[in-house]
């Protein structure tokens, strides 16, 4: 069982840059690929971005390419979302997940253990 919890959210500015932090307990966090989705009210949970066990690989969606960033501190069982250049549609609960998978994906179904989410809004 792994345990993740989301830190971080908060109200920005339109241009503003903030840091999301995933701690995980529980299992080999070094195994897992890992992965930040977003929900905003009355949508669909959607895809962010994601790493791979080893932190040596990453994918994101074309909504925040070159404007969001993930790492992975393996050492300190954390995943971290860098996002800058916030937007006014960024706003969303952003949830960080774990797939029990050294390799990334990008649908919902495919993570096995979720954070409870930590808001992100931001106005203009």
């Known amino acids: 069982q792994v345990q993740l919890v989301e830190s971080g959210g908060g109200l920005m500015q339109v241009g503003d840059s903030l840091r999301l932090s995933c701690s995980a307990s529980g299992r080999i966090f070094s195994n897992y690929a890992m992965a930040w989705f977003r929900q905003a009210p009355g949508k669909e949970r959607e895809f962010v971005g994601c790493?791979?066990?080893?932190?040596?690989?990453?994918y994101y969606a074309d909504s925040v390419k070159g404007r969001f960033t993930i790492s992975k501190d393996n050492a300190e069982n954390t995943v971290y979302l860098q996002m800058t250049s916030l937007k006014p549609e960024d706003t969303a609960v952003y949830y960080c997940?774990?797939?029990?998978?050294?390799?990334?994906?990008?649908?919902?179904?495919?993570?096995?253990?979720w954070g409870q989410g930590t808001q992100v809004t931001v106005f203009s």
């Open positions: 997940a774990a797939r029990r998978s050294s390799g990334v994906a990008t649908m919902v179904s495919l993570y096995d253990y």
């Open positions: 790493i791979n066990s080893g932190g040596s690989f990453t």
